[in-house]
């Protein structure tokens, strides 16, 4: 079974640019999370989907963040217009919904820079 | 306000020895407690979790401890070997939170020779 995975695994952009992260979830996960490590600091939730739905966006830090899931399959993370302190490792998790809590699986995460 | 800290400084031991690790969390109320390992250039991968009702969980080497009384988990990993180095990181699963996980920072372990 393949595992999440992420793309691109390494991006630098400058100051004002656009970027989209992409994540693959594994095949017949209905969750989807968004984490990201920042320089120095605890990796830190972003925002949850269940399938297509936004279950859960407190943890996006403005609207410059904009996240999808359309079809509840691979979901992607826009930042427009990056800032320096977007800079970070961004991590997507998936898990499946059985009806009780399940582990989460994260994929290798998105090195981002942004100069 | 609230936070969780882990052993700030990265973690030596001899191989053979048992590491413990610490996770010390001020005002959250966690439903679960959960141990993940993290590699360079990885993501975090699950080790294990323990509920806000139970005491002590176990896996091969590996064993949990969750006091909800001092807000505290200590992570052991016995007979350690050089392939245990890496970070290990504690998350709260908060009661009412859903399913999102609230990390620590991490503790660093070295295993030597």
Redesign the interface.
């Known amino acids: 079974e393949a595992g999440v995975t992420q793309f691109p695994s390494h991006s630098v952009i400058e100051k004002g640019q656009t970027v989209t992260l992409r994540c693959d979830p594994i095949s017949g996960h209905d969750n989807l999370y968004w984490y990201r490590r920042v320089m120095g600091k605890e990796i830190k939730f972003l925002l949850h989907f269940v399938k297509e739905s936004k279950q859960d966006e407190s943890g996006m830090p403005n609207n410059r963040f904009l996240a999808e899931r359309t079809g509840g399959t691979y979901s992607t993370l826009k930042v427009q217009p990056a800032e320096l302190e977007d800079s970070g490792v961004y991590f997507c998790a998936s898990s499946p919904s059985r009806g009780r809590r399940e582990t989460q699986y994260f994929g290798p995460g998105t090195r981002l820079l942004v100069l | 306000s609230q936070k969780?800290e882990q052993n700030s400084e990265a973690l030596n031991i001899q191989e053979g020895k048992t590491a413990t690790l610490t996770c010390n969390y001020t005002n959250y109320s966690p439903a679960?407690l959960q141990w993940?390992r993290q590699d360079p250039?990885?993501?975090?991968?699950?080790l294990l979790?323990i509920r806000e009702n139970e005491k002590e969980k176990r896996k091969e080497r590996l064993k949990v401890t969750f006091d909800t009384t001092l807000k505290q988990s200590l992570f052991h990993i016995t007979a350690s070997q050089p392939a245990d180095s890496a970070t290990y990181?504690c998350a709260l699963?908060l009661t009412g939170g859903?399913?999102?996980?609230?990390?620590?920072?991490?503790t660093q372990l070295k295993v030597e020779l």
């Open positions: 969780i679960y993940y250039g990885r993501g975090p991968v699950f979790l990181l699963e859903g399913n999102k996980l609230t990390f620590g920072t991490g």
